[in-house]
């Protein structure tokens, strides 16, 4: 069963073309799965219980439309299929008139607190229970290739700011380090058009994160390491010219 909920994009959720951030949509749908989860007996609040939670694996966004400053927005969820290892939870958001303005596509997992090894989903009957098998509308998050090059461009100390419930780096952190990365002058004549991520391992308080990146006319690719090489993430970011 898909279910709706409805957001106001504040001031401190734009930048300077005043239009939400790349990074605060996807606060809101990570705040979507976690509310509608919560709503269905599955959530975080019911896995800690049992000393599990939810870790997010990969994600998929695209955008037809950035929302303005204030503007209110709807976003749409529902579970789309499980499996043992991984489940895929889709989005739609719109714009208060009910016009699509993006959609996007997620990959779940539930892990142990404790040892941080992956559970089988299947074992959990309520989860179950609350499919409904409506494809996304767009390509899924697949598997992206890491960056060859040997010299980072960019590199991020994760504080305490950067760490979530879960005790490791909040999932949007990693996208704004990469975007952080590019020169401001790439954000006036561009916009982003899709963004997939693919999250390997966790990053934690103290960490040195180097960024690697890959960058031509319509696509970045970014890998993030350890200091010590294991990678942390690979993402792709499509643009378009504004």
Request: with cysteine; hydrophobic share 35%; proline share 4%.
């Amino acid at each position: 069963m898909a279910n709706r909920y409805i957001y106001r994009i504040n001031p401190k959720e734009v930048d300077f073309s005043l239009r939400a951030t790349i990074i605060s949509l996807c606060d809101y749908i990570l705040q979507t799965a976690g509310e509608d989860a919560d709503k269905n007996g599955f959530g975080t609040r019911n896995l800690r219980t049992d000393n599990l939670t939810w870790v997010l694996s990969r994600m998929a966004v695209e955008i037809i439309r950035f929302p303005n400053q204030y503007e209110e927005i709807i976003i749409e969820t529902w579970v789309e299929d499980i499996g043992k290892i991984y489940t895929t939870r889709n989005f739609n958001i719109y714009d208060a008139r009910q016009r699509l303005i993006g959609h996007a596509c997620t990959y779940w997992a539930i892990i142990n607190i404790s040892t941080r090894s992956v559970q089988d989903i299947l074992q959990y009957p309520t989860y179950t229970k609350c499919i409904e098998p409506t494809a996304c509308p767009i390509a899924k998050p697949g598997k992206i290739l890491p960056v060859k090059s040997e010299h980072p461009v960019d590199s991020h100390t994760v504080r305490y700011t950067d760490i979530d419930f879960n005790q490791h780096s909040n999932s949007t952190k990693y996208i704004g380090w990469m975007l952080d990365s590019l020169p401001i002058g790439h954000f006036l004549e561009n916009d982003i058009q899709r963004l997939d991520i693919n999250f390997l391992h966790e990053s934690v308080y103290g960490n040195n994160i180097h960024i690697y990146r890959s960058l031509d006319e319509t696509n970045t690719v970014f890998t993030l390491k350890r200091e010590s090489g294991e990678m942390v993430c690979n993402a792709k970011i499509s643009w378009k010219k504004k």
